[in-house]
């Protein structure tokens, strides 16, 4: 990325910020009017866009420089992006709950299960600097891999819930898991 776009990608980060803040207000206002069970909250699905967005600006130029190092860097990169997809699929999975339509908001489940897969993630995201500071060519792959884990299961993890948010009966119609059997 030449240094001519960074004026214009920092500015595009700050809009995204004040856009995902005003959002995850919006998001608490929802969550305090509605009957929500405990460890539930609403988040606007908006900011499930965003997500990822943060994470190919921050990641995504690093993790380009890293695979473009060896065709092995490559092949690491994709390995963590397959992990990456299965821990986004398998949060998604257990974080939603249901669409509401009428907002454009979901509502997601906070569970020990997805506490544990985000716990892996930031040990996983720790271990990436650590593992930089390394001069070995090993330690460099295992950045490879944790940068693609990282960047895939934000992308995975978002796309997952879009589409159960798309899925997802709408207001208007019954739950057909919820009907009475005949």
């Known amino acids: ?20 803040s005003r959002l995850v207000r919006r998001g608490r206002l929802q969550s305090r009017t509605a009957q929500l069970e405990q460890g539930q909250r609403i988040r606007p699905l ?47 999975r257990v974080m939603f709950v249901r669409a509401i339509r009428p907002t454009t908001s979901v509502v997601l489940r906070r569970s020990g299960f997805e506490y544990a897969l985000l716990a892996l993630l930031i040990v996983l995201r720790s271990a990436e600097s650590t593992i930089e500071r390394s001069s070995s060519t090993l330690a460099s792959l295992g950045v490879t891999l944790l940068a693609a884990l990282a960047l895939s299961e934000a992308i995975s993890r978002s796309g997952f819930i879009v589409k159960r948010y798309l899925d997802s009966p709408s207001a208007a119609e019954p739950d057909p898991s919820l009907s009475d059997p005949l």
């Open 1 to 20: 990325m030449s240094s001519s776009h960074s004026p214009v990608l920092g500015v595009l980060l700050i809009v995204a910020l004040v856009t995902t």
């Open 46 to 92: 908006a900011i499930t866009l965003l997500d990822p967005l943060f994470s190919v600006v921050i990641i995504g130029p690093y993790l380009w420089r890293l695979i473009t190092h060896s065709s092995t860097h490559v092949a690491v990169a994709v390995v963590g992006a397959l992990l990456g997809v299965l821990i986004g699929y398998a949060r998604a």
